[in-house]
T-cell receptor, first 111, second 114 residues
Framework: RKEVEQDPGPFNVPEGATVAFNCTYS??????FFWYRQDCRKEPKLLMS???SGNEDGRFTAQLNRASQYISLLIRDSKLSDSATYLC????????????FGKGTTLSVSS | GAGVSQSPSNKVTEKGKDVELRCDPI?????LYWYRQSLGQGLEFLIY????????KSGLPSDRFSAERTGGSVSTLTIQRTQQEDSAVYLC????????????FGSGTRLTVV
């Protein structure tokens, strides 16, 4: 079983739509969770951290369910500029462990 | 510098040759990471440096790969006797500490082995 699994998509949605991405992780010792965004042929950039209580940043809402080992990202009122690949990332806080990245979910927003 | 700097941005090399990739992290960041991303694939962890501690080399795919970090700053990733399957984008990231959420990535080195 892969450590971080995501539906690769692509998700094709019209502008203004609400879209949700899901991610599951296999290691129950995972402690920190993030969503990164990667544009085509660019480096990943941190979109937002994911907290147990859930958190919101403008049109973006992230939620964590530790019992189910499940993370979600909700994007409301999609913009053309939201088109990108969204990477689910976990950190297993043991000595020397780096962030573990999912393969990403591709979103395409069209006008 | 203001960001993580990687060089070269592109490298084409012949199979069997050695290559060196360079990463200059954000000043003051003690943690430095190397990842690689093959076409259409996710990020694959290679190696991690934290301060003066021994690096975590658990992600290096073979003994042809090595990396060092001199003076706690600049890092070089060396691939010996390159193979076609080594073709990928090699990404370097740095952060204030291992526990930091803020990994900042460089723009990567696109390596093509012909």
């Amino acid at each position: 079983r892969k450590e971080v699994e995501q539906d690769p998509g692509p998700f094709n949605v019209p502008e203004g739509a609400t879209v949700a991405f899901n991610c599951t992780y296999s290691n129950s010792a995972s402690q920190s969770f993030f969503w990164y965004r990667q544009d085509c042929r660019k480096e990943p950039k941190l979109l937002m951290s994911v907290y147990s209580s859930g958190n919101e940043d403008g049109r973006f809402t992230a939620q964590l369910n530790r019992a189910s080992q499940y993370i979600s990202l909700l994007i409301r009122d999609s913009k053309l500029s939201d088109s990108a690949t969204y990477l689910c990332v976990v950190n297993i806080q043991q000595a020397g462990t780096a962030l573990i990245f999912g393969k990403g979910t591709t979103l395409s927003v069209s006008s | 510098g203001a960001g993580v700097s990687q060089s070269p941005s592109n490298k084409v090399t012949e199979k069997g040759k050695d290559v060196e990739l360079r990463c200059d992290p954000i000043s003051g960041h003690t943690a430095l990471y190397w990842y690689r991303q093959s076409l259409g694939q996710g990020l694959e962890f290679l190696i991690y440096f934290q301060g003066n501690s021994a690096p975590d080399k658990s992600g290096l795919p073979s003994d042809r790969f090595s990396a060092e970090r001199t003076g706690g700053s600049v890092s070089t990733l060396t691939i010996q006797r390159t193979q076609q399957e080594d073709s990928a984008v090699y990404l370097c990231a740095s952060s204030l500490s291992r526990m930091s959420s803020g990994y900042t990535f460089g723009s990567g080195t696109r390596l093509t082995v012909v």
